[in-house]
């Protein structure tokens, strides 16, 4: 099979409601036919009752085309509604925002819980699924992306774009990244007060031209201040994750993330809960699991405030290693890596 095969037996699935075949209508991206799987996106413009049966309906002619043969198929569905329609609500500065379908905030109440290790490996994740993703690293005090996508060296070029100029984010393991560690001398700390601090935060996202995505990724500082009010309010978000520990300590800060986000000057949703460190596992021992942080907190937080605990994340020595080598652990084919598969696979089927 080749995926000029693939994509003429698709031309002979019609999206009912339409009287058109879903090729012709662009609703199919993506084709690739590798290591005995057919991947492909099924994207449409907006919410469709037929998503299901469509689907369904290529699955069955491919395996009509193709009776034999041990193969699986997967297919992503996505909307992706049209810029016009989506975009009309964007203010003035936010032009670099308008073909980007989803902006999530990966957010935390202190420091230390692992928040972009959490954001790295979810958009790298991503990515593997065939989405179009990139990463704001915003966390302006302690930019940490360089290292963990081994970047370090990287030096974005500006580019002029209609009198604007514009940064042109560092592109690799298929995520388009920015981090104010780019423009900033390794060791050189970055002693800013809070205005300075908000506008070069709002300058990573908002001055980067990242062409069409289905999500940006925007790693914010961890806490709760000033800063993080004023930026969230300037960018449309469609939600925040925030990312915690399990210990007591950490969860009453959980608290103050989930209220930042649904206070009513912001009032955006809080998509869920991730638990990192939930429990240790030897690397001889994966049976094994040590809750040294305690147990469940995060899955007490999620019941609190009604919303769905993503996924637990356990400590993992080769998490820290991927991370301190600039190869992002979710790359790999390993047990600790699925949790940041699963957590990818659950915010691609968000309904945002």
Not at 131 to 147: H, I, N, Q
Request: aromatic residues 6%; charged residues 25%; negative net charge.
């Amino acid at each position: 099979m080749t995926q000029k095969e693939i994509e003429d037996v698709l031309r002979g699935v019609v999206h009912p409601a339409k009287d058109k075949d879903i090729v012709s209508l662009e609703m199919v991206e993506d084709i690739k036919v590798e290591d005995g799987k057919i991947r492909f996106k099924l994207v449409f413009s907006s919410p469709d009752p037929l998503a299901s049966s469509i689907k369904q309906s290529c699955e069955a002619a491919i395996r009509k085309a193709f009776p034999s043969g041990d193969y699986k198929i997967s297919i992503l569905e996505l909307v992706r509604e049209k810029k016009i329609a989506k975009r009309v609500h964007l203010e003035l500065g936010q032009e670099a925002l308008e073909n980007v379908n989803h902006i999530i905030a990966i957010a935390s109440g202190k420091g230390g819980v692992g928040k972009s290790t959490v954001a790295v490996n979810l958009a790298v994740a991503l990515a593997m699924k065939g989405l179009r993703v990139g990463l704001a690293d915003a966390d302006v005090y302690g930019p940490s992306v360089p290292k963990m996508t081994g970047t370090e060296d990287a030096q974005p070029s500006v580019e002029d774009f209609g009198g604007k100029e514009m940064i042109i984010p560092v592109e690799k393991y298929g995520v388009k990244w920015m981090s104010i560690g780019y423009f900033a001398s390794a060791g050189q700390p970055l002693i800013w007060r809070g205005p300075m601090a908000s506008n070069a935060l709002k300058q990573m996202v908002l001055q980067v031209k990242w062409g069409e995505l289905d999500f940006l990724l925007i790693d914010l500082p961890p806490g709760t201040g000033d800063i993080h009010i004023s930026t969230v309010q300037d960018i449309p978000l469609s939600g925040a994750i925030v990312v915690s520990t399990p210990q007591a300590v950490a969860i009453s800060d959980v608290e103050k993330g989930v209220n930042m986000f649904r206070n009513k000057d912001i009032n955006k949703p809080v998509l869920g809960l991730v638990e990192n460190m939930s429990w240790f596992t030897p690397e001889e021992l994966p049976a094994n699991k040590y809750y040294i942080f305690g147990k469940d907190g995060c899955k007490a937080m999620a019941e609190k405030f009604n919303v769905p605990l993503l996924v637990q994340i356990p400590i993992v020595q080769s998490i820290r290693e991927s991370g301190d080598n600039g190869m992002p652990v979710a790359l790999r084919e390993r047990a600790d890596s699925m949790a940041f598969r699963e957590l990818a696979d659950k915010v691609a089927e968000m309904k945002l």
